[in-house]
């Protein structure tokens, strides 16, 4: 495995010892190209080869190592070799000519896995789009040379991220390049979908003319419903807005003040599928939101109720919307993305009558498929070039003595992210976070650079498909409206070993779904310490407690008195839900108290129902880690 990588230099050279331990420091292979073998004389001309593989026949030796030319790197003016890039899908013309202008370019199309695990150790950066499985093999075979994955889209479901972290190699994708691309294709089929379009179409080509059973729906005044106001749904907000539509939205990271400036009511999940007419899906595909349109989500909304999917199959239960359009809850659906791609021949939804399909067209311009190859080239150059990617999607190696030291308060400080974007009520969003440090150490003496990265990864990742890490985590929270301080507080004993005494993450200007996670100040607030190397939760509002942050926590503000914690303890154990830690806070005896209990386990609705029924009970929640 190649030498250990970190980023971010320290900007002084001549640092403490213990000042060193607390600082990330950038990899030379990830600022100045290492010498990889003697140039040859013929070197110096740039050899692009672009070859169509398309049977297993293993490549000869002649064709499987480019040419390294010699140029000027750096500000010391020495010769360098150019990196070497593989191109292993098609990629237009565009980004190729990024590439000429600053590596040796090998495109290989069509290659077997065994030709790429041949091949991918002669390169120092791979460029693949979705067909293209990167494994933990293909990572390995690079043998530390491969520094770079750049993945041509957004998913980057065939990286095996894991294995690019521990090998070292950083993984960028193109994110934004198809936004305009699938906000189109939405209202394509939103339009084609109210008109019937592709109904009559196929209708009329078949020899019918049946003006009477096609009957369409206005848009005009109907009542838009983007679930997932990011990048594509804002998109697709402003075009339904020209159309005449009533937008409203749902999305718990959206900035309000974004929203705001495009006319767009933001909503809770259930208000925004109660009032739609059309709903348009634009969330990323996590656990939370896996199957999220199912039989209890459609029975909420209007009978009539019509679907547009370009963003993720799995987020809709594909035999529930199959059962809501047998009997009328959802007049019509319109699906460019499937749980599995291609859909079987025989699918009851690709079949029905009332749906409109295509097969995953949703980034499919010849404007968006440039823009992607651009996007994509332009950051594996980048990153080559030594430089930080905003678009990596993977953790960056860093040096073992400070993740030694700093771990336990990394696992807090994503951890108490996690907890306080799951109290922040949907429709408010999350405006300004403040982080606070209680610390002995100086300034110089520790940088929170990671564990504010850690924060941001905790309060964007279970809301977003995006992938937070000390790389991307400050872009991460400017394009999302995240303001984010820090502020330091001294610890009373400066001889203090620990780093830390304690992280705190406070919410201002937000709602709650737990009235008492809100402090005297009006925010939500949450601190944690680390005990005997364990994240503890140690303030929960204006409450003490003490509770390990392992498994799950449900969260029970009520009023404070004995047989409490038997209660709810017993409804728990007749459950089999096991607890592993309890703790109960109060301000004043016999006033309010908070439960805090660790569970193993994720209790079922109708357990969560039986705590809250409990009369001294004021409001309850339960929250994942």
Known sequence: MAASRALLPSPQASASPARARARLAVPSSLIT????????????RLRVRCAVLSSPAPVAPSESKPAHRISRSGSDGALRPKPAVLVAEKLSEAGLAVLREFADLEC???????ELLAKVSQFDAL????????????????????????????GIDNVDLQAATEVGCLVVNAPTANTVAAAEHGIALLASMARNVSQADAALKA????????????????????????????????????????????????????????GVELVSFDEAIARADFISLHMPLIPTTSKIFNDESFAKMKTGVRII?????????????????DSGKVAQAA??????????????????????????????????????AIEITEAVVGALRGELAATAVNAPMVPAEIMSELA??????????????????????????????????????????????????????????????????????KQ???????????????????????????????????????????????????????????????????????????LCRQIDQPGMIGKVGNILGQRNVNISFMSVGRTFRGKQAIMAIGVDEEPDKETLEKIGAIPAIEEFVFLEL
Do not use: C
């Not at 290989?108 to 065994?114: D, F, K, Q, T």
């Not at 939760?537 to 926590?553: I, K, Q």
């Open 207 to 262: 020899g019918k003319w049946q003006r009477n059973k096609y009957v369409g729906v206005s848009l005009v005044e109907k009542t838009l419903s983007i679930m997932g106001f990011g990048k594509v749904g804002s998109e697709v907000a402003r075009r339904a807005k020209g159309l005449g539509m009533h937008v409203i939205a749902h999305d718990p990271y959206a900035p309000a003040d974004r929203a705001r400036a495009l």
């Open 408 to 477: 336990p308060y990394v696992s807090l400080a994503e951890k108490l992210g996690r907890l306080a974007v799951q109290l922040v009520a949907g429709e408010s969003g999350i405006k300004g976070v403040k982080v606070v440090y209680t610390t002995a150490r100086g300034p110089d003496d520790l940088d929170t650079r990671l564990l504010r990265a850690m924060v941001t990864k905790g309060l964007v990742e279970p809301v977003s498909s995006t992938f937070v890490n000390l790389v991307n985590a400050d872009y991460t929270a």
């Open 108 to 114: 290989a199309y069509g290659m077997s896995p065994a």
């Open 127 to 154: 460029i693949v789009r979705s067909g293209t499985k990167v494994t933990r093999e293909v990572l390995e075979a690079g043998r530390g040379r491969l520094r770079v994955v750049g993945r041509a889209g957004v």
């Open 335 to 372: 699906l460019d993305v499937f749980t599995v791609e291609p859909p079987p021949k025989d699918s009851k939804l690709v079949l029905h009558e009332n749906v409109t399909v295509t097969p995953h067209l949703g980034a499919s311009t010849v404007e968006a498929q440039e823009g992607v």
């Open 309 to 325: 999917n370009v963003a993720r199959g799995g987020v809709i239960d594909e035999d529930a919307l199959v059962r809501a359009l």
């Open 33 to 44: 190209l290492a010498a990889r073998g003697g140039a040859k004389a013929n070197s110096t």
């Open 480 to 554: 999302r409206g995240l303001r984010i301080t820090e502020e330091r507080v001294a610890h009373d004993s400066p001889a203090a070993e620990a780093p830390l005494e304690s992280v705190q993450v406070r919410l201002s200007n937000v709602q709650s779904k737990f009235a008492g996670a809100i402090s005297d100040g009006g925010d939500i607030v949450l601190e944690g310490r680390v005990k005997y190397g364990v994240p503890h939760l140690t303030l929960v509002g204006p409450y003490e407690v003490d509770v390990s942050l392992e498994g799950n926590l449900i």
